[in-house]
């Protein structure tokens, strides 16, 4: 079992930045690919982007690609989202996710552990 709880989320400008982070708890959350994912209201969630095990290998959605950077600390247990130059677009809950094998996945019914969720409000 793994706990996982976000932080980091708020009322943002168009073109902010903004840094999420996913505190992980419980059997070795270093041993765990994690993932971010979002869900605007009216929309179904939707993947951001995930990390590998070791952190070596990462995984964006095209609406994000050069604006948002994953990364994760296991000496913390811990998985960060950066973000640069928010859209309005961007709005929504955003949900860290654990799955315990080594590689990353885009798809969110391969995440056994998620978090509570942060909500990110960008106004234009």
């Known amino acids: 079992q793994v706990q996982l709880v976000e932080s980091g989320g708020g009322l943002m400008q168009t073109g902010d930045s903004l840094r999420l982070s996913c505190a992980a708890s419980g059997h070795t959350p270093s041993m765990y690919s994690m993932g971010w994912f979002r869900q605007a209201p009216g929309k179904e969630r939707e993947f951001v982007t995930a990390i590998n095990w070791s952190g070596d290998s990462t995984y964006y959605a095209d609406s994000v690609k050069g604006r948002f950077t994953i990364s994760r600390d296991n000496g913390k247990n811990a998985v960060y989202l950066q973000m640069n130059n928010l859209k309005p677009e961007d709005t929504a809950v955003y949900y860290c996710?654990?799955?315990?094998?080594?590689?990353?996945?885009?798809?969110?019914?391969?995440?056994?552990?998620w978090g509570q969720g942060t909500q990110v409000t960008v106004s234009s």
């Open positions: 996710a654990a799955r315990r094998y080594f590689g990353a996945s885009r798809y969110a019914d391969e995440y056994a552990y």
